[in-house]
């Protein structure tokens, strides 16, 4: 036979790794072995493409090193030492452990830890309807370094995803913004495909591109401008631009009236919002405006007001001052020549950016994590949401169009609508909870998609003081990580060649992954595996028809986002997500935060002394030469070769990025007697290890870089 005769072609998805990308491929089969990916086609031709990582899946598939059945562990946790066990008398042991767990401190002791990396909706929604119908716990993601940014969020947006807030219509196919503020992310690396190349668009449309990163990163090297600034001083950077702003008359009052808490009285006495019953006005939880047609406070939704957005006022001898008068006068306090004594950035290069943001038609904003992963990164995240909102560069009014399909996971975990949904916690609530048993003590852990150990803070603390708290610890995995070698139960899963789901994100598409081969050795699917796990505790009717039923299940959910939208039209390729048709005119986008807006002022954090966006100098950093006890600051981008520690052991992309390395300033290595290429040990209280010294003065003096993973 012609190779043409024996081999098969079958259109996949690479899942979006931690969200950043879902590109189609196919799969070339011949008998049962995947021999070439490519990318697929796509209705849109900027999503016909595929990145290194991709194009790696038959490296990942094919890899020596897989797990290959499951194992029990027979040494000290740490060890990586194992013995090999059968499915059933795996899954027989963790469910008897379950059991005995629950009975002793109650199924919430059971901590279902899901990372990002490969996670799909059947497989993190088959897990979440276990965590769901035993009432166990939903460990999330969020929070081991990235909570800063979800925190930030959800008090000045109610949300803990920004991202489409701060882009505006950047991503729908709109007209591009005149500026776009690349803030702390390199999508150059991290997102060169989902995002960086619709920057490179618009950038080629007319759009001004402008960089803020400690890095001079690839990202910086494609923009109209660079700011170099110093780590964790963003919220520094934004209060000089806000002074700016001000000053200039560049805040956009209309919005700011209609979409924020700018011109909510604030009580100079506690710090509260001036509400009704201050007043004794029937309405009294409303708040209150200071109507400048009466001269009085009145409840902010009255008919016929013009609220003030500035200025003092006494209402029934209560002191007030406007929140916008409040975030003014912190903005004060910190011109640009303050903000560059800070942050490292030219004053005029802050007063320039301030006043392009100010007289834009419209700035889109693209940021990540990266810029949040500090002490007090939730604040920095606040302040450029800040700098976005007084200029009205938020997405706060919608009008009909993309929306994304079904990501709520309902049609998981209302599987028994009678039972209660799962207890939660952050992963760093978890810490606390495995040692210190608050808020509820947790004593087994399940890790999914997710290499803990590596990717998690402080190594020394999981592996002395958390780890041996545990009396269970179980992970399916692919290969044996860090956190597998302290695994009890170790599970081999598979590749997403191995299984099929259902892709609806990031792109405005719904794919179908297919599965292209049968699972390798005695790999399973975490669909099956956790169907596996729900029959020996007795909820197996509850996964009944495997990864396939799952996506039915989502097919058949009755979600607007998803109607008209079929297996057999998955089939054909992808298919457009619905959109809503134009309304005819703006609707306000409510936001869920406790005053329905954009809070630039948080009256939850009063206490905290952090109601406004206030700068707050990082922890152990050289931001000063007296008085630090670390001489570098150590901060970590991102690898384009790499989805945190996923693809670290391909070789083809190893011969590509062999050794992990430190970038560090010229003058930095000369004081320490450091030539470039040489092994240098990187360490702190924490922890030690050796890498490559890299030298280049694209990054800041007494500033290191070491790439995440």
Same mark, same amino acid.
């Given at each position: 036979?012609?190779? !043409?005769?024996?081999?098969?072609?079958?259109?996949?998805?690479?899942?979006?790794?931690?969200?950043?990308?879902?590109?189609?491929?196919?799969?070339?089969?011949?008998? =049962?072995?995947?021999?070439?990916?490519?990318?697929?086609?796509?209705? =849109?031709?900027?999503?016909?493409?595929?990145?290194?990582?991709?194009?790696?899946?038959?490296?990942?598939?094919?890899?020596?090193?897989?797990?290959?059945?499951?194992?029990?562990?027979?040494?000290?946790?740490?060890?990586?030492?194992?013995?090999?066990?059968?499915?059933?008398?795996?899954?027989? #042991?963790?469910?008897?452990?379950?059991?005995?767990?629950?009975?002793?401190? *109650?199924?919430?002791?059971?901590?279902?830890?899901?990372?990002?990396?490969?996670?799909?909706?059947?497989?993190?929604?088959?897990?979440?309807?276990?965590?769901?119908?035993?009432?166990?716990?939903?460990?999330?993601?969020?929070?081991?370094?990235?909570?800063?940014?979800?925190?930030?969020?959800?008090?000045?947006?109610?949300?803990?995803?920004?991202?489409?807030?701060?882009?505006?219509?950047?991503?729908?196919?709109?007209?591009?913004?005149?500026?776009?503020?690349?803030?702390?992310? %390199?999508?150059?690396?991290?997102?060169?495909?989902?995002?960086?190349?619709?920057?490179?668009?618009?950038?080629?449309?007319?759009?001004?591109?402008?960089?803020?990163?400690?890095?001079?990163?690839?990202?910086?090297?494609?923009?109209?401008?660079?700011?170099?600034?110093?780590?964790?001083?963003?919220?520094?950077?934004?209060?000089?631009?806000?002074?700016?702003?001000?000053?200039?008359?560049? !805040?956009?009052?209309?919005?700011?009236?209609?979409?924020?808490?700018?011109?909510?009285?604030?009580?100079?006495?506690?710090?509260?919002?001036?509400?009704?019953?201050?007043?004794?006005?029937?309405?009294?939880?409303?708040?209150?405006?200071?109507? !400048?047609?009466?001269?009085?406070?009145?409840?902010? &939704?009255?008919?016929?007001?013009?609220?003030?957005?500035?200025?003092?006022?006494?209402?029934?001898?209560?002191?007030?001052?406007?929140?916008?008068?409040?975030?003014?006068?912190?903005?004060?306090?910190?011109?640009?020549?303050?903000?560059?004594?800070?942050?490292?950035?030219?004053?005029?290069?802050?007063?320039?950016?301030?006043?392009?943001? *100010?007289?834009?038609?419209?700035?889109?904003?693209?940021?990540?994590?990266?810029?949040?992963?500090?002490?007090?990164?939730?604040?920095?995240?606040?302040?450029?949401?800040?700098?976005?909102?007084?200029? *009205? &560069?938020?997405?706060?009014?919608?009008?009909?169009?993309?929306?994304?399909?079904?990501? &709520?996971?309902?049609?998981?975990?209302?599987?028994?609508?009678?039972?209660?949904?799962?207890?939660?916690?952050?992963?760093?609530?978890?810490?606390?909870?495995?040692?210190?048993?608050?808020?509820?003590?947790?004593?087994?852990?399940?890790?999914?998609?997710?290499?803990?150990? %590596? !990717?998690?803070?402080?190594?020394?603390?999981?592996?002395?003081?958390?780890?041996?708290?545990?009396?269970?610890?179980?992970?399916?995995?692919?290969?044996?990580?860090?956190?597998?070698?302290?695994?009890?139960?170790?599970?081999?899963?598979?590749?997403?060649?191995?299984?099929?789901?259902?892709?609806?994100?990031?792109?405005?598409?719904?794919?179908?992954?297919?599965?292209?081969?049968?699972?390798?050795?005695?790999?399973?699917?975490?669909?099956?595996?956790?169907?596996?796990?729900?029959?020996?505790?007795?909820?197996?009717?509850?996964?009944? *028809?495997?990864?396939?039923?799952?996506?039915?299940?989502?097919?058949?959910?009755?979600?607007?986002?998803?109607?008209?939208?079929?297996?057999?039209?998955?089939?054909?390729?992808?298919?457009?997500?619905?959109?809503?048709?134009?309304?005819?005119?703006?609707?306000?986008?409510?936001?869920?935060?406790?005053?329905?807006?954009?809070?630039?002022?948080?009256?939850?954090?009063?206490?905290?002394?952090?109601?406004?966006?206030?700068?707050?100098?990082?922890?152990?950093?050289?931001?000063?030469?007296?008085?630090?006890?670390?001489?570098?600051?150590?901060?970590?981008?991102?690898?384009?070769?790499?989805?945190?520690?996923?693809?670290? &052991?391909?070789?083809?992309?190893?011969?590509? %990025?062999?050794?992990?390395?430190?970038?560090?300033?010229?003058?930095?290595?000369?004081?320490?007697?450091?030539?470039? =290429?040489?092994?240098?040990?990187?360490? %702190?209280?924490?922890?030690?290890?050796?890498?490559?010294?890299?030298?280049?003065?694209?990054?800041?003096?007494?500033?290191?870089?070491?790439? #995440?993973?």
């Amino acid at each position: 036979m012609s190779d !043409q005769e024996t081999t098969r072609t079958v259109r996949t998805v690479c899942p979006a790794h931690c969200g950043i990308d879902a590109c189609g491929i196919l799969a070339h089969v011949r008998g =049962d072995r995947v021999i070439k990916v490519e990318p697929a086609d796509f209705p =849109d031709p900027r999503y016909r493409r595929i990145c290194l990582r991709g194009l790696s899946a038959l490296d990942i598939t094919y890899h020596p090193d897989r797990l290959q059945y499951p194992m029990r562990r027979v040494g000290p946790r740490g060890e990586g030492r194992f013995e090999r066990i059968s499915w059933d008398e795996a899954l027989d #042991e963790i469910a008897d452990r379950f059991k005995d767990i629950a009975a002793r401190f *109650g199924w919430p002791a059971i901590g279902w830890t899901l990372g990002g990396p490969g996670a799909g909706t059947t497989k993190f929604g088959a897990y979440l309807r276990l965590a769901s119908l035993t009432q166990s716990t939903r460990v999330s993601a969020w929070g081991y370094g990235d909570a800063g940014l979800p925190c930030g969020s959800r008090v000045i947006f109610g949300t803990h995803t920004p991202f489409a807030l701060l882009m505006g219509g950047f991503m729908t196919g709109e007209k591009p913004p005149d500026l776009i503020v690349v803030w702390g992310s %390199n999508p150059g690396e991290s997102q060169p495909l989902n995002m960086m190349r619709p920057i490179m668009d618009a950038k080629e449309r007319g759009a001004r591109v402008v960089v803020i990163d400690p890095r001079f990163t690839i990202t910086a090297s494609k923009a109209d401008a660079y700011l170099g600034l110093k780590p964790g001083t963003d919220t520094a950077l934004a209060l000089g631009m806000l002074h700016e702003i001000f000053r200039s008359g560049l !805040q956009a009052d209309a919005f700011i009236r209609r979409h924020t808490v700018g011109a909510y009285l604030v009580r100079e006495d506690n710090g509260a919002f001036l509400r009704g019953g201050d007043l004794g006005l029937e309405a009294a939880a409303e708040y209150l405006v200071w109507d !400048q047609t009466s001269g009085t406070a009145r409840p902010r &939704n009255e008919d016929g007001i013009d609220p003030a957005l500035t200025g003092t006022y006494v209402a029934a001898g209560i002191g007030c001052k406007t929140a916008l008068q409040l975030l003014m006068e912190l903005a004060e306090a910190y011109p640009p020549e303050r903000a560059a004594e800070i942050t490292g950035v030219p004053a005029e290069s802050i007063t320039r950016l301030a006043r392009r943001i *100010g007289q834009a038609e419209s700035a889109a904003f693209i940021t990540h994590m990266g810029f949040t992963r500090t002490y007090h990164g939730d604040i920095s995240l606040r302040g450029l949401g800040t700098v976005a909102a007084v200029t *009205g &560069n938020i997405s706060a009014t919608f009008r009909g169009g993309h929306r994304p399909a079904v990501l &709520n996971w309902r049609p998981f975990l209302k599987a028994d609508p009678a039972r209660p949904s799962y207890a939660r916690l952050g992963i760093l609530q978890l810490y606390d909870a495995v040692i210190s048993g608050k808020p509820f003590p947790v004593k087994a852990v399940w890790f999914s998609f997710i290499n803990f150990f %590596n !990717q998690c803070v402080d190594s020394r603390k999981i592996a002395e003081r958390m780890f041996p708290q545990l009396e269970l610890i179980v992970a399916a995995e692919l290969f044996m990580t860090p956190t597998a070698r302290y695994c009890d139960i170790l599970l081999p899963a598979c590749s997403f060649l191995e299984f099929s789901d259902l892709i609806p994100f990031p792109y405005p598409y719904v794919q179908l992954q297919r599965k292209v081969i049968e699972p390798l050795f005695e790999a399973r699917s975490d669909v099956d595996i956790a169907a596996g796990l729900a029959r020996r505790l007795g909820f197996g009717d509850y996964f009944q *028809g495997g990864e396939e039923g799952f996506i039915d299940l989502i097919l058949d959910s009755k979600d607007p986002s998803m109607e008209g939208i079929t297996r057999r039209r998955l089939e054909s390729g992808p298919i457009p997500l619905n959109v809503v048709p134009d309304l005819g005119r703006e609707i306000d986008i409510p936001f869920s935060t406790p005053s329905g807006k954009i809070e630039l002022y948080s009256e939850e954090l009063v206490a905290d002394g952090q109601a406004l966006p206030v700068y707050l100098e990082p922890l152990e950093t050289p931001l000063e030469p007296e008085g630090r006890p670390y001489p570098l600051a150590y901060i970590q981008g991102h690898s384009r070769f790499r989805t945190h520690s996923m693809f670290a &052991n391909v070789s083809g992309l190893l011969d590509l %990025n062999p050794e992990p390395v430190v970038e560090m300033h010229p003058a930095d290595a000369a004081e320490r007697g450091i030539d470039d =290429d040489d092994w240098v040990t990187v360490y %702190n209280d924490r922890g030690r290890t050796t890498l490559r010294a890299r030298l280049t003065d694209g990054i800041r003096p007494r500033v290191i870089n070491i790439t #995440e993973g």
